[in-house]
T-cell receptor, first 114, second 116 residues
Framework: NAGVTQTPKFQVLKTGQSMTLQCAQD?????MSWYRQDPGMGLRLIHY???????DQGEVPNGYNVSRSTTEDFPLRLLSAAPSQTSVYFC?????????????FGPGTRLTVL | AQSVTQLDSHVSVSEGTPVLLRCNYS??????LFWYVQHPNKGLQLLLK??????LVKGINGFEAEFKKSETSFHLTKPSAHMSDAAEYFC??????????????FGPGTSLSVIP
């Protein structure tokens, strides 16, 4: 199993540009989520999904959209990039609720917005 | 309100000496508690978790943590540090009402350095 994969690994955008961060998992996990990691702040939840067709907002959802058309994929869309979105983005998945189950993290995407 | 405090932003130990990484939490509900480790330029990996079973939890690579409700603490320990333990460590509290993601709180992290 490849686990959780993310593409791209690095990305530089100009302010106002849009892009999609890709996340895929091959473990048949129902629960998937996106976090951003900023220095000194730990990880913060952006959006999450508890199954195909079901998404919801996390702690910091503004400026981001998600969809979940399949169990495997959970892309994160930046609608109009801003410098405040410069961060490292992690996708995670788990078979059942992260209240009790292990979350598996991808390697991350490092995004810089100029 | 729910919060996580990692009392040290950076800890430095000598190889072969004990490791103590401190975590305190506050939660209105019975929480699940986790420790994750992040090696440089890598994703996060679960070290151990507490989900209301035994209060002393053993994890991978010789790490363990003890849940102390009276002290609202979940400190991570290891008897003898190894060079490969150098990484960032995150304490995580999860206590949801409606769904499992309702209250996912990561601590700010503790950077562990191991001196040869």
């Amino acid at each position: 199993n490849a686990g959780v994969t993310q593409t791209p690994k690095f990305q530089v955008l100009k302010t106002g540009q849009s892009m999609t961060l890709q996340c895929a998992q091959d473990m048949n996990h129902e629960y998937m989520s996106w976090y951003r990691q900023d220095p000194g702040m730990g990880l913060r939840l952006i959006h999450y999904s508890v199954g195909a067709g079901i998404t919801d907002q996390g702690e910091v959802p503004n400026g981001y959209n998600v969809s979940r058309s399949t169990t495997e994929d959970f892309p994160l869309r930046l609608l109009s990039a801003a410098p405040s979105q410069t961060s490292v983005y992690f996708c995670a998945s788990s078979y059942s609720s992260p209240n009790t189950d292990t979350q598996y993290f991808g390697p991350g995407t490092r995004l810089t917005v100029l | 309100a729910q919060s996580v405090t990692q009392l040290d932003s950076h800890v430095s130990v000598s190889e072969g000496t004990p490791v103590l990484l401190r975590c305190n939490y506050s939660s209105s509900y019975s929480p699940s508690l986790f420790w994750y480790v992040q090696h440089p330029n890598k994703g996060l990996q679960l070290l151990l978790k507490y989900t209301s079973a035994a209060t002393l939890v053993k994890g991978i690579n010789g790490f363990e943590a003890e849940f102390k409700k009276s002290e609202t603490s979940f400190h991570l320990t290891k008897p003898s540090a190894h060079m490969s333990d150098a990484a960032e460590y995150f304490c995580v509290v999860i206590a949801g009402m409606k769904t499992s993601y309702d209250k996912v709180i990561f601590g700010p992290g503790t950077s562990l350095s191991v001196i040869p």
